[in-house]
């Protein structure tokens, strides 16, 4: 009999990566409903449940509760939980717990786990998964050894290691959930703006989950030796420092002017690396100028690195785009950078993911402010947080609408999947086609 009516349908790399977030969001967001999950064990609605899963397990840190005191023990214990699956990727822990059971993972497996880690190659994937899965546990346990003394010295051991652990877990992937609600909700982490401790292990923590896994091998197998590392390591490096220094920079002079000096340095240096996409703040943004609340909506969207922890059109998509800018300027044949070529795919790739962000965000602004009648930069603000799985917030999250909570939760998770991921599901190769059209010129600029 012939089987040729009866092929079974196989998952690309990128529907699958989209499906296994739905299904951890769905399932977080049904636990997270129940009474038992929350301090006072009433039932949460599914749209506040779904917010909150979303934005877990999709490492952005946009909340409509207090983390600390609306949730329970077992509450905080599945956001924890869905903040370490996502912040890793939902492909990567569904290997690594297939491996650990002995079950042979297979090509089409290894394919899209490189998709979703960005793996350099097919090759050396499950060497890398492992360098990921150990390195995320060396990261994780250093921040909360480094900052138990302070969370001990406040709430006690137990609870203290907790609030350590919980912390540190929390900024190494990104996602800006705390636990400090008992300082008054939604306080984030500004009752300890002054505490270098605190500040400088986040710090820490949030630049190493955001520098990407690929730039950490690169690291480990040559040490100081920069000009032995892959061309993207170098951008993201270089990159990384220009993005915290210029902030830094701004901030200590344009927002911080008044405060002491080693008060200012903390508070200047967290908020120029929290953007890119932690989600913790130590300071109101409601209290930043104009000019400040923009450059921190442009951090927020540039995020961090790609097969990082964090979010964002990523930092190695505007370093293409900047170099391909002043190639145009220089009249040159191809943008290049540290004497490599850039390859048009990834050019092409770069202006799709910038558009995309951008549309996203002030069309998810223009709707947010129309809705809920809100000045138009403080929703861009909360959209940009979204888009980017950030976290960071003016204040009105709480506030919104289940309309506008449905509108951040569908750029949270098209932030997080990414939205080339998103499209490429969609779009099969068979609809693309390889068909070619006449060429033709179109003025530009």
């Known amino acids: 009999m012939s089987n040729k009516g009866h092929r079974h349908y196989r998952l690309s790399g990128s529907q699958s990566i989209l499906l296994g977030f739905v299904v951890l969001i769905l399932a977080g967001a049904l636990l997270l409903m129940l009474p038992f999950s929350t301090k006072t064990g009433e039932w949460t609605s599914f749209t506040d449940a779904l917010f909150t899963a979303t934005s877990a397990s ?56 490189q998709e979703a880690v960005s793996a350099p190659n097919l090759g050396e994937i499950m060497k890398y998964t492992r360098f990921i899965c150990i390195g995320t546990v060396i990261f994780e346990l250093a921040g909360a050894v480094a900052m138990s003394p302070v969370f001990i010295s406040e709430y006690g051991i137990a609870k ?48 190493t989950g955001g520098l990407g896994f690929l730039t950490w091998m690169d690291i480990r197998r040559y040490g100081l030796k920069f000009t032995r590392y892959s061309t993207q390591s170098k951008v993201i490096i270089v990159m990384e420092v220009i993005l915290v220094l210029f902030p830094l ?18 508070a200047s240096l967290f908020q120029a690396v929290t953007p ?135 750029l949270m998770y098209t932030g997080r999947v990414g939205g080339l991921t998103l499209v490429f599901a969609a779009i099969t190769r068979k609809a693309t086609g390889n068909r070619q059209y006449p060429a033709d010129n179109i003025a530009v600029g």
């Not at 002079?253 to 008060?263: K, L, N, R």
């Not at 223009?366 to 009648?373: D, F, H, P, R, V």
């Open 58 to 113: 999709c490492v952005t840190g946009l909340i409509v509760f207090d983390t600390a005191t609306h949730w329970s023990w077992f509450g905080k214990i599945i956001i924890l939980f869905l903040i370490q699956v996502g912040g890793m990727g939902v492909v990567t822990m569904t290997t690594i717990l297939t491996g650990l059971i002995g079950k042979k993972i297979g090509l089409q497996a290894r394919s899209t786990l």
């Open 160 to 207: 203290g290691l907790w609030v350590s652990l919980f912390s540190s877990i929390s900024a190494f992937c990104n996602a800006g959930f705390d636990l400090n609600g008992s300082h008054g909700p939604f306080s984030s982490m500004m009752p300890y703006m002054d505490n270098p401790v605190v500040v400088i292990t986040l710090v820490f923590l949030i630049l």
């Open 249 to 266: 920079i701004y901030l200590w002079f344009g927002e911080y002017q008044d405060m002491p000096y080693g008060q200012r340095f903390l």
């Open 276 to 410: 890119r996409t932690a989600g913790f703040n130590t300071t109101d943004y409601n209290d930043f100028s104009g000019t400040g609340v923009v450059m921190t909506i442009i951090l927020m969207l540039i995020g961090g690195a790609p097969g990082s922890t964090a979010g964002g059109m990523k930092i190695t998509t505007i370093a293409v785009l900047f170099f391909t800018m002043i190639s145009v300027f220089k009249r040159e044949k191809a943008p290049a950078v540290f004497k490599r070529r850039i390859m048009p795919e990834a050019i092409s790739g770069a202006v799709a993911v910038f558009m995309l962000d951008i549309l996203l965000t002030v069309f998810g602004a223009m709707a947010i402010s129309k809705i809920e009648n809100i000045a138009f930069l403080k929703t861009l603000f909360e959209s940009a947080s979204a888009v980017a799985t950030v976290g960071l917030s003016m204040g009105i999250t709480p506030e919104l609408t289940t309309v506008s909570k449905i509108v951040l939760i569908i």
